[in-house]
């Protein structure tokens, strides 16, 4: 069965200080699809980053940064020298194969709080 | 490029009446889902769609109904609302690399 784990529910840094998002997941599939998604305080859901299950690589955009792990079932997220802007939910998601189509799952979500 | 639409925006209800949320996606999508978020518990999938005709149940589609007549349309029904369907309801789509794309989504209370 699917299941994402976001164990931290809310964290609070300082502008400047790097963050670290947990996320562990579980799937019996062997293919599947990890993403993290950020939900500013306006409320939409904006996509930032999509990992398959193939590709292990680590991923650096900018301030952001991803660490894919299959062997611990975690896709971390971390952001270096946090900005107020990056103060959100960030919410970790898993998609697999089911019924013609893909079903996701989503974490419960982790609430960021950066103060200036 | 409008990406992914909702409507309404905001809307309240009083408990027993009916109502439908539209989602319209102008990307061209094959899959569409409905998600409802409540706070504390992230987002959890009512019903999705992968291609015109077909819909399936998710997580939580008790309460619920939808169809996918058109390709680019997805409608989310409430024949009878409750106060525990005030929410927030989402609206998505993806493609064959399966990222979602979210609408803005539509507040629901329900009174």
């Known amino acids: 069965a699917q299941k994402v784990t976001q164990a931290q529910t809310e964290i609070s840094v300082v502008e400047k200080e790097d963050v670290t998002l947990d996320c562990v997941y579980e799937?019996?599939?062997?293919?599947?699809?990890l993403f993290w998604y950020k939900q500013p305080p306006s409320g939409e859901l904006v996509f930032l980053i999509r990992r398959n299950s193939f590709d292990e690589q680590n991923e650096i955009s900018g301030r952001y940064s991803w660490n894919f792990q299959k062997s611990t079932s975690s896709f971390n997220f971390t952001i270096t020298a946090s900005q107020v802007v990056d103060s959100a939910v960030y919410f970790c998601a898993l998609s697999e194969a089911q019924g013609g189509g893909f079903k996701t799952i989503f974490g419960a979500g982790t609430r960021l709080f950066v103060k200036a | 490029n409008a990406g992914v639409t909702q409507t309404p925006k905001f809307r309240v209800l009083k408990t027993g009446q009916s109502m439908t949320l539209l989602c319209a996606q102008d990307m061209n999508h094959e899959y569409m889902y409905w998600y409802r978020q409540d706070p504390g518990m992230g987002l959890r999938l009512i019903h999705y769609?992968?291609?015109?005709?077909?819909?399936a149940k998710g997580e939580v589609p008790d309460g619920y109904n939808v169809s996918r007549l058109k390709k680019q349309n997805f409608l989310l029904g409430l024949e009878s609302a409750a106060p525990s369907q005030t929410s927030v309801y989402f609206c998505a789509s993806s493609g064959p690399v399966k990222t979602q794309y979210f609408g803005p989504g539509t507040r629901l209370l329900v009174l």
């Open positions: 799937t019996r599939d062997t293919t599947y699809y």
């Open positions: 769609s992968v291609g015109e005709g077909t819909t």
